[in-house]
């Protein structure tokens, strides 16, 4: 009897869905719209068939702390999650108490672009930060550093920061470990949200260690889906004295995928050789082509150092909502005609030069 789905069987291999989609299509409004790379698509292929142990006790993860351990150090501890949000809350449930609060940017993902779940779902308290370009410093940090022996206050007991920032930027790995240092000093842990560490890595030229392990963060969200996953982050443990219960939190979080095997392969096939590299540096390649390009177009101006795959400009208001019929992205500041346009993986010279010219013919339509 032949197995329902199995090569051979009647229907098997072949899909009813259909493409709905033109696969050409490209935009800037995210790094997320991008469809997953091929390497990955081969990897989940190889993992699949047959049957793997659920819930993390499978081959592929088990081989995956070996692969985080040849870019983070011998002591990192990986958890593979689901997605970004799910990868910070749960990191931050596992570095705070009940009582805890944790410093961030005001523009950072987890203050204003996670729905409130690391307080709702957290139940922690963010204290956050204004900075002009999304990097906390020690200075800036000390605002809400106070009230430790307060008990009408929320105790401050984590930091965290974005590696790139939220506004494109990048920290160097002596300004990670001035932060580190200072919230040590002051009995605090630093979480570092790293969506797009890729990027980062691919920016400053170094090791990720350089500025995670060895620069004093204690845990990491490392990123894939914004470069070339189909789905999936990890929780990465770099200080075990950081955390507790991470494996229960996990699941309480509803983060604990039973085919984890479909997680850890992507990682495995990110991060074994240069494919994560190869990827991120690409996207911010693009970035700076697109950033060189549109401040040739009169009316626009960049706002933000391009160190990464992001590009924030400024133009006006009308030749923007024409832009985005064409080519979509999204307001930063509506108010302020601020935009962010993103790059990919998959972006191509052709993609920037095209949209680079429909925003000159906007601009030019006065």
Sequence with gaps: MTTPGAPGAPGGGRPDAVRRHDPDARGFASDNYAGAHPEILAALALANGGHQTAYGEDLYTRHLQEVFRSHLGPGAEAFPVFNGTGANVTALQAMTERWGAVICAGSAHINV?????????????????????????????????????????????????????????????????????????????????????????????????????????????????????????????????????????????MQLASKMRFVSVQFEALLSGDLWLRGAGHANAMARRLADGVRQVPGVEVVHPVQSNAVFARLPRDAAERLRKRHRFYFWDEADGLVRWMCSFDTTEADVDAFTSALAEEIGKG
């Design 113 to 253: 672009d996670e729905g409130g779940a690391p307080e709702r779902v957290g139940g922690l308290k963010l204290l956050a930060v204004e900075t002009g370009d999304g990097k906390l410093t020690p200075a800036l940090i000390d605002r809400e550093a106070h009230g430790w022996e307060d008990e009408h206050r929320a105790q401050p007991q984590v930091v965290s920061v974005t590696q790139t920032t939220e506004l494109g930027t990048c920290y160097t790995p002596e300004e990670i470990r001035a932060i580190c240092d200072h919230a040590h000093e002051r009995g605090m842990t630093v979480h570092l949200d790293g969506a797009r560490i890729a990027n980062a890595a691919a920016t400053l030229g170094m090791p990720l260690r350089a500025f995670t392990t060895e620069a004093g963060v204690d845990v990491l969200s490392f990123g894939g889906t914004k470069n070339g996953l189909l789905f999936g982050e990890c929780v990465v443990v770099l200080n075990p004295d950081a955390v507790r219960a991470m494996r229960h939190l996990r699941k309480l979080s």
